[in-house]
C-alpha cells in the first residue's frame, strides 16, 4: 500500500493535483470547529460587506461571515458524500461479489436489477420523494435514498474483476482447501477490488455531491442545514448576482468545484495506475 | 450445398438476433416495471398524508365550511389513488398510468397534466437528442485522435480541460454561462424557449428564436458531455493500440487514417455505444437541471414548477413520463447496436 501511494505521488501529476485540492477543500471543512459562529445563526455579522481583511469571503445579505459559512457548507457537503458512498459501497460490493463469483440464474437477476438501477432517472424520482416528504426530509434520509440508487454502475465494475478472479488458479486452491463462499470473497477476492472501490468511492462522492447540490439549489432539500447548494440557493434568493454580491456565490461555487475536480483526478489517476499497461506507460515514459 | 450453408447460417443469425431483441425488450419492460414500482412506493410510503397536508394548505388562508372541506377531502382522495385497501390502490396506481390519465393539473386547472406533458415532451427531446449527439460524436472523435496522437500539444490540451470539465454537475457548469452570458456579456438570449412575440410557426424568424435560445443550455449539456466522452475514448483507444491485429496493420503498411478509423476507433466504440445507452439517465438528470437554470419550456421546468405549484399529478406524470422516455430511448440505442457490434446476432 505504501509503495503503491509512493508511486502514485511520483509518476502520476494528476494524482499530486487531485491531493493537493481535495486536502485543501478537507482543511476548510475542518476548520468549521473553530467557527466563531454558530452555524445557522443569522445576522451576527454587518450584511453585505465585500471580502476584507476582517471578513476574508465578504458576508451575506443575510448577515453570515461568507467563509465561516464555506467551512459548515463544505464540511456537511463532504459528509453528505461520504454517507452516500459509504453505503453504497456495501451494496455494491454485496451484488458485485456474490453476482460476479455465483453466474448462473443468480447474476442474470441480480445483473438485470443492477441495469434498471443504472439507466432509471434519478432526478424526478428526487423530486417526487421531497414532494410527498417536504419539511420532513432530512439530510440522513436524502442520503440513504441516494445510496439506494447509487451502488449499481460500481457493482457491475466489481463483478467483473471477481468474474475474471473466479478463473485464476488461488480461487481453485481456495476451494479445494475448504475454504467457504464468503471466506474467498472476503478473503481471497475483496484485496483486489480495493483498489477499484477506492476510485469509484471517489467517483461516487462526485455524483452524489453533484445532486445534493442540485436539489438544495432548487430548495428540495433541507434547506436549512448549511451545504454548498443550500448557500447557493440563499444566494439566489436574495439575488445575489443581480445585487453585486457575487462574493456569496463565487467562493462556494469555486470551493466545490475544487472538490469535484480533486475528487475526480484521484479516481482517475488511480484507476489508470491499477491498469498496468497505462502504469508501464507511465513509469516508462518517464524513465 | 453452399446455398444451404448460406441460408442456415442466415437462420443461425435470425434467431440470434431476434433473442438479443428479446432480451432487450424483455430488460426493458424490467426497467419500466421496477421504475414504476419505485414511484409508487415513494408516494404511498411516506408518513405524511398527501391530502391533508393540502387541505391544511389551503384552510390555513381561512375559514372553510366544514362539509366543502369534507368535499375536498374525497374529491382529493380520488385524485391521489388513496381510497379502498393497498392493493386497490396499486392497481389504481397502475390503471391510471397505463392509461395516461393523471387527472387535471392542479396549477394549470383545468388543462388535463397530459396536455402539459405532450406540450413540453418535444422541447426536452429535442434539446436532449441534438446535445447528446453532439457531444457523442464530438467526444468520440477527438479523444480517438487524442488516444492516436499521443505526443500532440493540442490535443493534450484538451485532455486538461476535459478533466476539468467533466466532474462539474451541470446546475453550476449551466450557472457559470448564464452568469458569463447573461452579466457578463450579454449576447445571447439567457431564458425561455423562443421569443415571446413570435407566432409558433415555421417561419424563419421563429426557427431562428428557437434556436438561440437552444445554445446556451445545448451548449452546457455539450461541454460536459464531451468531457466524458472524450476521458473515455482515450484510454480505449489507447488500449486497442496495442493489440495484435493493429499492429500487425501497421507493419503491412496501412494508412494510419484507415488504421484509426476501421481499426482502433471502429473498435474502441462498442463499449462507448453501451455507455451511452447507459449514461442516458444521468443525461437526462442533467437536462432536467439544465431547462430550469434556462427557463426552457420542457419536462424539466414543468416538473420543478410543479413541484412549487403543489400539483402533485403533474409532478408524478412528468415522473413516470421520463422513466418512460429514457428507458425507450435506453432500448433504441439497444437495438441499434448490433449495426456497430455484428457478433450479438450470431451469439
Redesign the interface.
Do not use: C, K, N
Given at each position: 500500500m505504501a509503495v503503491f501511494l509512493r508511486d502514485l505521488l511520483r509518476y502520476r501529476a494528476?494524482f499530486r493535483i487531485g491531493v493537493a485540492l481535495v486536502a485543501a477543500v478537507l482543511l476548510l471543512s475542518v476548520l468549521a470547529s473553530f467557527s466563531p459562529y454558530p452555524p445557522d445563526s443569522v445576522y451576527v455579522v454587518p450584511p453585505d460587506l465585500p471580502p476584507s481583511l476582517t471578513y476574508w469571503f465578504g458576508t451575506t445579505s443575510r448577515g453570515q461571515d461568507v467563509f465561516w459559512q464555506l467551512s459548515f457548507a463544505i464540511r456537511n457537503t463532504l459528509l453528505f458524500g461520504g454517507t452516500v458512498a459509504l453505503v453504497s459501497r456495501l451494496v455494491a460490493l454485496a451484488v458485485g461479489l456474490i453476482s460476479g463469483y455465483k453466474g448462473g440464474w443468480l447474476d442474470r437477476v441480480l445483473m438485470?436489477?443492477n441495469?434498471?438501477?443504472?439507466?432509471?432517472?434519478?432526478?424526478?424520482?428526487l423530486?417526487?420523494?421531497?414532494?410527498?416528504?417536504?419539511d420532513?426530509i432530512s439530510w440522513l434520509m436524502l442520503a440513504l435514498i441516494m445510496a439506494c440508487f447509487g451502488w449499481a454502475?460500481d457493482a457491475r465494475l466489481i463483478r467483473s474483476v471477481v468474474m475474471s478472479l473466479r478463473q485464476r488458479e488461488f480461487t481453485q486452491t481456495s476451494l479445494f482447501s475448504g475454504m467457504s463462499t464468503r471466506q474467498i470473497l472476503t478473503e481471497e477476492h475483496l484485496p483486489y477490488v480495493m483498489p477499484i472501490l477506492f476510485s469509484t468511492t471517489m467517483n461516487n462522492m462526485?455524483w452524489s455531491?453533484?445532486?445534493e447540490?442540485?436539489l438544495a439549489?432548487?430548495g428540495?432539500t433541507d434547506i436549512n442545514t448549511p451545504t454548498i447548494g443550500g448557500m447557493?440557493y440563499w444566494a439566489n434568493q436574495h439575488t445575489a448576482?443581480v445585487a453585486g454580491i457575487w462574493w456569496w456565490?463565487a467562493f462556494p461555487?469555486i470551493t466545490?468545484?475544487m472538490a469535484?475536480?480533486g475528487?475526480?483526478?484521484l479516481a482517475?489517476s488511480v484507476n489508470?495506475h491499477i491498469d498496468p499497461?497505462?502504469r508501464l506507460?507511465s513509469v516508462g515514459g518517464a524513465s | 450445398m453452399p446455398a444451404t450453408t448460406l441460408s442456415s447460417i442466415s437462420g443461425a443469425a435470425l434467431s440470434g438476433y431476434a433473442g438479443y431483441v428479446g432480451r432487450r425488450l424483455a430488460q426493458f419492460l424490467i426497467v419500466v416495471f421496477i421504475g414504476i414500482n419505485i414511484a409508487y412506493l415513494v408516494t404511498h410510503a411516506s408518513p405524511i398524508d398527501p391530502v391533508e397536508q393540502s387541505i391544511s394548505a389551503v384552510t390555513s388562508f381561512g375559514n372553510t365550511a366544514p362539509d366543502a372541506i369534507e368535499q375536498m377531502r374525497n374529491s382529493l382522495r380520488e385524485l391521489y389513488g388513496l381510497g379502498g385497501t393497498p392493493v386497490q390502490q396499486y392497481l389504481t396506481f397502475w390503471k391510471r398510468i397505463l392509461s395516461a390519465d393523471f387527472g387535471p393539473s392542479l396549477s394549470a386547472f383545468p388543462t388535463p397534466v397530459g396536455t402539459l406533458i405532450v406540450r413540453a415532451l418535444p422541447w426536452t427531446a429535442g434539446l436532449l437528442a441534438v446535445s447528446t449527439l453532439v457531444a457523442w460524436v464530438l467526444g468520440n472523435l477527438l479523444g480517438g485522435l487524442a488516444g492516436y496522437y499521443r505526443q500532440s500539444r493540442g490535443l493534450k490540451l484538451m485532455g486538461v480541460i476535459a478533466m476539468g470539465l467533466h466532474p462539474i454537475p451541470y446546475y453550476i457548469l449551466a450557472m457559470l454561462l448564464l452568469i458569463l452570458f447573461g452579466f457578463i456579456w450579454p449576447v445571447l438570449p439567457i431564458s425561455g424557449g423562443a421569443a415571446m412575440n413570435l407566432p409558433q410557426s415555421l417561419t424563419p424568424e421563429y426557427v431562428w428564436s428557437v434556436l438561440q435560445h437552444a445554445i446556451l443550455p445545448a451548449l452546457s449539456l455539450i461541454l460536459i458531455g464531451v468531457g466524458s466522452w472524450f476521458l473515455g475514448m482515450r484510454s480505449l483507444v489507447s488500449n486497442v493500440l496495442a493489440e495484435d491485429y493493429v499492429v500487425y496493420a501497421e507493419l503491412a503498411g496501412v494508412k494510419s487514417w484507415r488504421i484509426l478509423t476501421s481499426y482502433v476507433m471502429r473498435n474502441a466504440l462498442v463499449p462507448q455505444v453501451t455507455g451511452l445507452a447507459m449514461s442516458l439517465g444521468g443525461i437526462f438528470n442533467g437536462a432536467v437541471i439544465t431547462e430550469k437554470v434556462f427557463g426552457y419550456p420542457g419536462l424539466g421546468s414543468l416538473l420543478v414548477d410543479a413541484v412549487y405549484a403543489g400539483d402533485y399529478g403533474l409532478v408524478l406524470g412528468v415522473t413516470t413520463v421520463s422513466i418512460l422516455g429514457v428507458s425507450v430511448g435506453v432500448l433504441a440505442i439497444d437495438l441499434l447496436y448490433p449495426l456497430l457490434d455484428p457478433r450479438v446476432k450470431v451469439g
Open positions: 494528476e438485470s436489477v441495469d434498471t438501477f443504472i439507466v432509471i432517472p434519478l432526478l424526478p424520482i423530486v417526487l420523494f421531497y414532494f410527498v416528504m417536504r420532513r454502475y462526485v455531491i453533484g445532486l447540490v442540485t439549489v432548487l428540495f447557493i448576482m456565490i461555487t466545490v468545484i469535484f475536480i475528487l475526480f483526478l482517475v489508470a499497461r497505462s506507460w | -
